[in-house]
């Protein structure tokens, strides 16, 4: 399942959309990364920190994905809007 992403009819993702941080034990690889395509990620310490824009359907297939995949989630953590993206990661 992946995030749902914007398209042009869809203006924006709509007022239900908001910046999300995901942190999952453990340092994914390239494999399992790539099954997030929709979002930053960095290390920190031992974790993943996944970051992004989602909508509610959107934040639920990512944790549906990560159900999936049998990682460790941590933590799911709204952002306000004031926040910025962390410190991202290669890739980016």
Known sequence: MRAHLAT????????????????INGHLGATL???????????QGPETVL???????GLYGVLAEVEALGL???EVRQLTPEAGPPECGDPC
Do not use: K, N, V
């Open 8 to 23: 042009p009819d869809d203006l924006g993702m709509g007022p239900a959309s908001a910046r999300y941080t995901i942190r």
């Open 33 to 43: 990364l790539s099954a997030f395509p929709a979002l930053a990620w960095q290390w």
């Open 51 to 57: 970051t992004g824009l989602l909508d509610q359907p």
């Open 72 to 74: 460790d989630l941590l």
